[in-house]
């Protein structure tokens, strides 16, 4: 017979915390963060204190002071009098033009060469290899000095296109001048034109031609897509499906181009004046030379993130397809790439973060990215570095972690679910 | 709990550390070398020789420095900085001073927290064209594409007067001298605009000088002049009064040949005390009595400095003109040695 006791309950001691293991890995994990958090506020206070040493405070007035400095690429209405939040803003939207090219760009080639890689043609595989290692083992600072020295050494002045007997001419129909400032194309102008509408307190001013254009082909779209709902309706209840693709093309097309011929549609050319061309729309040689370099970089990546993908996928998925008799391109497009599009959409997501991040090299094309402008012009002229850098790495976390949230949503869209 | 006392101590200690800055003239005698921000490169201004010798009209001030400090001419870390990070370069401490064609503005004295300690070029922004486009006038211009460096003054005065004319451009960024001299020359832009005398210095560079012409118009006053942080006033002092030295040299007409001669006693109280030889200037600034001796016999006064450099008798050929002494009808001028 045995009479069962409890443990004898130790009182708790203030030695406990050093010695008995139960509560060690506590206390060290306690001082190592009060340890840290007095370093963090040593840190923070050693800025203060130098800044005001220097009689320079911390604040943020002087985005609201005018900049005085001209940007050329600008999406938003800007002068030289508006405040350097509005240049800042003005370099944000240049910054996400960028990327947001950059990324369709570098998908599509990206995925393109990556196929090529896998291909059983010597040459072709062999060639989109050598694409891929020389890209992605030269550092892409050069790849865009090399991109803006070829784009400005290599093609046409704008001087050179007159005079009787030019030396270079426009090309498509006389309509589009590939300079080496730029590329000069025709813009769309409206006759009857709606006027500016003023939004987020005169912040923002939008074109009402494009908002009724764009809305009446919105509408267009969600009508086509009714009507192949009822049509697969039909199939499903007869086993007929009905042809509508000429009344759904007809729904899309048609009532935009009403609109815009009641607004008075036309196109306005390029014209050559005394220095350059005029009129039209131009693509900056900034924006084309490094797009490009973006591009070309972050495709080499891509290609090798696809290729992986592709390899991932089982053998047998493809050899049961063809012994179906699905041809090898409708294999790869239907079968092996929806299903490694869940190995490759993670990696893709850094891709995309890299490629965002590696926009502010920008300011080597000359391209007034928000780098250029709030982190470059902005900072020298106001002499606020730590606000004005602060303020630079907080944008470009908002614009990476927009970008994988994004990506995050889609990759747990497309992700294998095991039932 | 002690060792948070003592962590807390830590703290103090580093923070007062953190604060506490040593005098720019300790540092720089201690470190044996003064580090001089100059331009990236900009002939006759700051550039590097065939030989990788930094040379020019504004290295020229730091080698003066250097020598009245110092006592070494070449006791000099050349720190090439490019117009964008320059002011930072200063504030932070990694050069002691600037000598590289910076304009002299109130935002820059004030805001800025720089101490301009003088002038040593009065220049004036214009505009380099192409021959061969029949430009004849700034206010021709309308339209034009024209290169700019970032982070300058030029940048803001080029908006200022497109707006004051009514009359449009459109900028193209460049970072330094050379990037502006590629774009321009491959056509990527019309127009060169910066300060007059880098302009006659870069088109000096140029394979065909001829076929480029600087436009009469001068659209702002850029006062260029070395330059010290804010709140150091004895290295302000040292730097400015080098550069007095220099002008007050040409002024007496000492020159690198003839100080070691006049340092033996003239019958001028004012070379004298320039020199040393007499009065105690020298130890009231924390340097020895030969510190201005030093300084001219390193390039020269500021006479010698500019004819060797910019001068007429160089590629880069700028005359004197407000850059004169004031007694030859100059604003090139001088308070007192007393």
């Known amino acids: 017979m045995t009479t069962m006791t409890d443990p004898p309950k130790a009182s708790f001691r203030l030695s406990m915390l050093l010695y008995d293991t139960r ?51 600008k999406l938003i209405e800007y002068s030289s009098q508006s405040t350097h939040l509005r240049a800042a803003a003005v370099g944000l939207l240049n910054t996400l033009l960028v990327a947001t090219l950059g990324c369709i760009a570098a998908t599509f080639l990206g995925v393109f060469v990556g196929v090529l890689r896998l291909s059983k043609n010597w040459v072709v595989s062999r060639l989109a290899a050598v694409y891929v290692e020389t890209f992605r083992n030269v550092p892409l600072l050069l790849w865009i000095s090399l991109s803006v020295v070829a784009y ?54 939008i074109h009402l031609d494009w908002v009724a254009i764009l809305s009446v082909l919105v509408s267009g779209l969600i009508v086509s897509s009714l009507i192949a709902r ?30 815009a011929l009641i607004l008075g549609f036309h196109l306005g050319y390029p014209e050559m004046t005394r220095f350059s061309f005029k009129g039209g729309m131009l693509i900056r040689g900034s924006l084309i030379a490094l797009w ?29 397809a063809g012994a179906l008799g699905i041809r090898p391109g409708k294999i790869m497009s239907l079968i092996v790439l929806p ?21 502010s090299l920008a300011v080597i094309a000359g391209y007034m990215d928000i780098t250029s402008t709030l982190g470059g012009v902005t900072m020298n002229q106001t002499g606020r570095e730590l606000e004005s850098i602060l303020l ?12 994988s949230s994004v990506m995050n949503f889609y990759n747990e869209r497309t992700k294998l679910r095991e039932r | 709990m002690k060792k948070t006392v003592f962590l807390g101590a830590l703290t103090v200690a580093g923070l007062v550390a953190g604060a506490a800055a040593a005098s720019t003239l300790d540092d720089v005698k201690a470190r044996g070398k003064l580090n001089c921000g100059v331009s990236t490169g900009l002939v006759g201004f700051a550039s590097p020789d065939a030989n990788g010798r930094w040379e020019g009209y504004d290295v020229a001030v730091c080698r003066a420095v250097a020598a009245a400090v110092l006592g070494d001419k070449d006791a000099v870390e050349f720190v090439p900085l490019s117009s964008k990070t320059r002011f930072t370069a200063l504030n932070s401490g990694e050069v002691d001073m600037l000598a590289r064609n910076t304009t002299w503005t109130l935002s820059r004295d004030v805001d800025l927290k720089m101490e301009f300690v003088g002038v040593n070029y009065y220049d004036g922004q214009g505009f380099m064209v192409p021959k061969s486009l029949g430009v004849t006038s700034a206010k021709d211009l309308d339209g034009a594409t024209i290169c700019v460096q970032v982070g300058t003054t030029t940048e803001l005065n080029l908006a200022d007067y497109f707006r004051a004319n009514n009359i449009s451009y459109e900028p193209v960024p460049v970072e330094n001298n050379a990037e502006s ?4 020359l491959s056509g990527a832009c019309d127009t060169l605009t910066t300060d007059r005398s880098a302009l006659a210095a870069t088109r000096a560079a140029f394979e065909k000088p001829d076929d480029h012409v600087v436009l009469p118009e001068i659209v702002s006053k850029e006062p260029l002049g070395p330059l010290v942080r804010h709140g150091d006033n004895a290295w302000g002092d040292i730097v400015r009064w080098t550069l007095n030295a220099l002008i007050s040299a040409e002024e007496f007409g000492i020159t690198a040949a003839n100080a070691d001669e006049l340092a033996k006693g003239t019958g001028n109280p004012e070379i004298n005390r320039i ?34 450099n910019v001068g007429e008798s160089t590629p880069i050929g700028l005359s004197r003109g407000l850059n004169a002494l004031w007694t030859d009808g100059g604003l090139i001028y001088s308070p007192p040695f007393r």
């Open chain 1, 23 to 73: 509560y060690r890995s506590i206390t060290i994990q306690v001082i190592a963060m009060i340890a840290l958090m007095l370093g963090a506020l040593w840190l923070i206070n050693n800025v203060r204190v130098n800044l005001a040493l220097a009689g320079k405070p911390f604040e943020f007035g002087f985005l609201f002071e005018s900049s005085g400095y001209e940007i050329n690429q």
């Open chain 2, 275 to 308: 020199l040393g030889t007499e009065g105690t200037l020298g130890e009231m600034l924390g340097l020895d009595a030969g510190w201005a001796k030093a300084a001219i016999k390193a390039s020269g006064n500021f006479g010698e400095i500019f004819e060797a």
């Open chain 1, 230 to 259: 009822r049509a697969t309706n039909i199939q499903n209840a007869t086993g007929v499906r009905p042809s509508t693709w000429h009344i759904r093309m007809a729904v899309v097309i048609i009532p935009p181009v009403i609109v």
């Open chain 1, 292 to 320: 490009l370099a973006l591009t070309l970089y972050t495709a080499a990546f891509i290609a090798e993130i696809v290729r992986a993908g592709i390899m991932a996928i089982s053998k047998g998925q493809s050899e049961a």
């Open chain 1, 392 to 403: 630079l790495m907080l944008c470009y976390l908002a614009i990476s972690l927009s970008i």
């Open chain 1, 339 to 359: 299903q490694a599009m869940r190995v490759i959409v993670p990696p893709l997501i850094s891709q995309y973060l890299n490629l965002t991040k590696n926009s």
């Open chain 2, 181 to 184: 001299q590629q774009q321009y």
């Open chain 1, 152 to 205: 400005s050494h290599t093609l046409p002045e704008p001087r050179e296109f007159r005079g009787d007997n030019p030396a270079a001419t426009m090309s498509i129909f006389d309509s589009v001048a590939v300079t080496n400032r730029g590329v000069y194309a025709p813009e769309a102008l409206f006759e009857n034109s709606l006027g500016k509408a003023s939004v987020l307190w005169d912040s923002l001013n």
